[in-house]
């Protein structure tokens, strides 16, 4: 019985004399990589023993003193109990692989989710190697699972390899073997495979680090494991894609490596190079959510049923999906529009008094009687200090400030320098707010854009002789299916789209932008594939006969879709996030959308008062000025004239 042996652990565990080497080592791996929750793994054939009952007693305790420690008896019988444990939160597995199977094997270990490290001693038996292929078969090889598997003398590393070949042990394992190379030195070695049935020949293996006595533990390994593991050995991936361009497109022979051309074809293809893998490439849906709540079509579906190990396509990241598979990083963030047959263009009162606002509207006429005013009230001021004898009247200094404003020419002219310095900052006041006005007129005239009958769902649901089509088996379609009850995305769902299903959920983008064409019919779409069509692919009278309606519903991410805990996941992060950090996934975008705003805003911001102070500052300093030089020539009038009396009354010498 497996049970006595845990008995014996618990009451051997005493301190013992001077360490082995063997467990000095596996305490220093402890320590440096930081091992929480260590599960010893024991195999009842004693013959086999690599560790004794009273050295695992003492790991165990000095385990337990600082972490959590558990020891699992290896039974023949294929039950695996376990004996002592202490770990807070436990899960229990059930291994249903084996339909052969004389009993139930169960294990109660920490669910896959939190860290657990193993320590497993190999025996010929092969109760640890079938530990190790149920645990495989459980999820038990991610980067929260770190196994060390202590090899005896006598076992070579070809018989080890041979054995873990149909283990599930891929590229995000944490395993290591440690030979005892010559007395008391030991060679840690990582090994993992490139993917399942690979066989033995692909199992790689690289030298994490040594042990000796005199150095203790020392890691020769270098970089990120990933860089170090990115060699796929050509391992042939079974890929799920849909062709819907500018992402991806298929070449008319469906064999091997059988991608096109695309933005996610690119980035695919960038993976291959880095990677070294092959892939065949099987065109099927999207995938939605089917009537039963968990089981999905298209390649969502593929994956969920090991169809495929990759769904390559323009995948949108969303939580429901989430729930049956898993994705890589985005690639792409993309965001979602309303698209729209351009409305016709109606003229407006208001046209021509849009590139100012009101406000300046009001000051502009208050600154023109301002002025002529001040002209006035100059040109008055000379003709009776007699230094003038032209009279201006009122309406005349009005007339000659307006037409210099508006840059027209006048009949009568000032006389005076405090006038005509007037005139110069009317003339002046009315270049700089003519020259204003022109410009945004034209860009107004030139960019105008008309009226849309609505923004939002909301508004499209005040218009119930509209259609709304949404391409089937899409993400999108499942936005609008599943929002929430009494939402304007879910009433416009079961309004718009509910009430001609074939013509509202086509199966392509081309269907619905033709429908787009015909009008009263808005199509929900990505922004990015439809700006690829209008600037690409359609003439460009019906390029620019569809707008959007400048609203942005939902931007999320898209990225490549993978099985659930699939091996791959951190491998592709990985090179992904090597891509975005050198800009390498930005030209890419650029390559397939050079100029993704298409369109040019429509409004443009009219300038009011505080735009054009400056002119105001001007008009101002003009009348202080001109002020300034009626003082002078009042002055030098009265000098003048006072000479001129001194001249007349001096006596005459003749």
Known sequence: MAWWRAVIVLAVAVAVSTDRPLVQMIRDVIQQRQWNHVVLLDPEDSAAEILSPQEMAQLLRDVVNSAAGSIIPLASNNTVVLGLHRSIQTSTFQDEADSDADIERV???????????????WDEAGQTSNFMRMAGKLGFYTEQQEWLVLLSRNVSFQQVKDVLADVNLYVDSEVMLCLETVESRFEIIEVWNVGREAGSHTLQQ???????????????????KYDRRKDLQGFHLRVATIETMPYESLVEDKTLQNFHEGYVVDVWHTLQEQLNFTYTATNTLF??????????????????????????????????RSLSIDFTIPIQIVSTRLYIRRPVLEGTWTLYGQPFDVYLWVTIPVSILTCAAALWLFNSVTVYLGVNQHFISASQAFWIIFSGIIQQSTTVEPRPVSGKIVFFSGLWMGLVLLTCYSAILVSILTTRQPQLPFKDFEGLLKNPNWNLGVRT?????DSLALAPVGSPMRM????????????????????????????KYAFFANKEYIIYRLQRQLPVQQAMDIVDTKTDFLRRGIGFGLQKRSPYKNLFNHVLSKMTQKGHLNRLKRKWWPNIDRNPEKDYPAPGFKEVFTVFIILGGGIICALAFLLIEGLVHDYSSSSSSKQSTSPSLY
């Open 206 to 224: 690289e030298t994490w680090g040594f042990w000796s006595p005199a150095t203790g533990l020392r890691q020769v390994t270098r970089g990120h």
């Open 492 to 519: 416009s769902w079961e309004k718009m789209v509910g009430k001609d299903p074939i013509k509202n959920l086509p199966d392509n983008n081309d269907d619905a932008l033709a429908s787009v064409l015909q009008g």
């Open 107 to 121: 294990m109660y270990l920490r669910n896959p989710r939190y860290r657990l490290q193993f320590i497993a001693q």
């Open 287 to 320: 995938g939605s959510l089917q009537k039963d709540g968990h089981t999905w079509n298209g390649m969502v579906g593929m994956l969920q049923t090991d169809d495929a190990d990759v769904a390559v396509a323009p995948l949108s990241i969303t939580q429901i």
């Open 473 to 477: 088996n899409t993400a999108l379609a």
